[in-house]
């Protein structure tokens, strides 16, 4: 597969970005974290490939490290919005204080341009369990159709995508690369481009499905 077809692929989350404009002033606004994902995801995508065709890797392998933990905070202010800290805010501080010192103490020690893969896959256990319990709260309490629920739709789409980005991220440890062929490792790598366009296909018709604005009080909880 070559780097202008994964490119082209990415870009898929286009269409959660297309929508969610269209849709925008007239969703629930608990739900705008998501939405907000969904653009930064589209923008780093676009200045990641620009960065890496001009010959910057150094700037290339900044932005994705910084883009880990605004991924990780975007989603945790979603989970929060959805009451999964029982709306506290100090716990939700906590959650955010504690994963941002942790990415800052890597970034220290490793440097902004060295992908620190433990804080990934870390940052990727804790939106899978934060998913997986959402998931289940939707699936008991939620009625209607499931497959037009967004909340369901946006947490299956984050159990697929980022429960095998921790094994791609896994193969490119130290402690594990040795022991992975450069075959299975650009298999792992190809599937992960696969279960990407999946995930963002999820997230466009998560988009389609989420609820209009019932002008809540209390719109941003954090």
């Given at each position: ?8 692929l ?19 606004r ?15 995508e ?24 605004v ?6 202010w ?15 501080g ?25 804080f ?13 319990t ?8 939620e ?9 369901f ?6 159990i ?13 440890l ?5 022991h ?22 999820l ?20």
């Open positions: 597969m070559t780097d202008t077809l994964r490119f082209y990415s870009l898929s989350i286009g269409f959660a970005v297309i929508i969610g404009i269209v849709r925008f002033r007239k969703i629930d608990s739900y705008y974290p998501f939405l907000y994902n969904t653009g930064v995801a589209l923008l780093v676009i200045i990641s490939r620009i960065l890496y065709k001009s010959g910057y890797p150094d700037a290339f392998s900044a932005t994705l490290t910084i883009y880990s933990i991924d990780f905070c975007l989603f945790a979603l989970f929060h919005n959805w009451g999964l800290f029982n709306r506290s805010k100090l716990i939700f906590l959650v955010i204080g504690a994963f941002s010192a942790t990415w800052l103490t890597f970034v220290i020690l490793n440097g902004i341009i060295s992908p620190d893969y433990y990934l896959i870390l940052y990727s256990f804790a939106l899978v369990f934060f998913s997986v959402t998931f289940n709260k939707v699936v008991v309490h009625r209607g159709s499931i497959l037009r629920n967004a909340k739709l946006i947490c299956l789409g984050i697929i995508f980022y429960t095998f980005f921790v094994v791609v991220c896994a193969t490119e130290s402690v594990f690369s040795q992975v062929s450069r075959v299975l490792r650009r298999n792992v790598n190809q599937i992960n481009v696969y279960s990407n366009l999946l995930v963002n296909l997230y466009a018709l998560a988009v389609v499905w989420i609820p209009r604005n019932k002008n809540f009080t209390s719109v941003f909880r954090s």
